[in-house]
């Protein structure tokens, strides 16, 4: 075959392949509308600041979701505040410190199985060490612990891998230049890892944020009374779980139209989340690689 042929088959390929991936990324575009349509359209209507911010009701119309959004955001607080130092701690120990040997491989073949465990698996487990054998019952805390369980082999994985990504020569720089280990990881590696890890942040959040299996089992399906709770032993309902019971048990007769409010006010409050992390991680990315 002449190299003309090859070159022509090449170009043929090429354009094949370009007409392939631009289809695939208009599915994508096309079942992501569908997908906010079918949601955001029965559920907009419901989303009324007495809804948005009211408390339930158990047998009559007209009951919010105040305390349950509430709960959502002070249980992805306290479980992102247990897990992200233990995530990027054990991350930036697997990226820089550890030596390459069997305990280290270990390590790593069980963070990434644990990563592929069923939620509903780690609420099993949260339900057996702390609400029941650690005595916290069904409560925030026990909630949020659970949670950050579920974090910690993705935030694991993510910042190992944002470190390595990080090219060699900024490290060999660094501490060519005096730094020490510590000084090179916090002033050097992390700032150019930052994307990444703001990103791996952003989707366990997300995921956090619209868990219902684990909070089922550790959180309780009920609020307290008194809004907002502080209380970490009182039970935690987040907006999630309470989408899960009024489909599967409510007494309320609007027990739909709830459902779809409360669909819709999740699938909003987690695209608002994820932007208001993405969008101040680019330009904290930028400040850090110099506007490139």
Do not use: C
Request: charged content about 15%; proline content about 4%.
């Amino acid at each position: 075959m002449s190299a003309s042929n090859t070159a022509k088959r090449n170009k043929q390929f090429d354009k094949l392949a370009t007409v392939v991936l631009w289809g695939i990324g208009f599915l994508i575009i096309i079942i992501l509308a569908w997908f906010l349509y079918k949601i955001l359209g029965p559920g907009l209507r419901h989303l009324t600041p007495s809804f948005i911010f009211g408390k339930p009701s158990e047998v009559r119309a007209g009951g919010g979701v105040g305390p349950m959004l509430f709960n959502s955001f002070y249980i992805l607080f306290l479980s992102m505040a247990v897990s992200l130092p233990i995530g990027f701690g054990a991350g930036i120990y697997l990226a820089v410190y550890a030596k390459k040997n069997r305990f280290t491989d270990m390590i790593r073949i069980s963070v990434e199985a644990l990563s592929s465990v069923p939620s509903i698996v780690f609420g099993l487990f949260g339900a057996l060490v702390f609400v029941t054998w650690l005595e916290f019952r069904f409560s925030i805390i026990a909630g949020a612990l659970t949670l950050a369980l579920l974090n910690l082999p993705v935030l694991v994985r993510n910042t190992e891998e944002a470190l390595r990504a990080v090219p060699e020569s900024y490290w060999e720089a660094s501490l060519a230049l005096g730094s020490t280990r510590w000084q090179a990881i916090r002033k050097v590696m992390l700032p150019a890892a930052l994307p990444t890890l703001i990103t791996g942040i952003t989707l366990v959040s997300g995921r956090a944020l619209g868990e219902s299996a684990i909070l089922i089992y550790t959180a309780g399906v009920s609020v307290a009374r008194n809004f907002p709770e502080f209380d970490l032993m009182a039970m935690g309902e987040t907006l999630s779980v309470h989408l899960w019971y009024v489909q599967a048990s409510s007494l309320v007769p609007d027990a739909k139209e709830i459902a779809q409010g409360s669909a819709a006010l999740l699938v909003l409050v987690v695209l608002a989340f994820n932007l208001l992390i993405a969008v101040p991680s680019r330009i904290i990315s930028k400040k850090f690689t110099g506007g490139k």
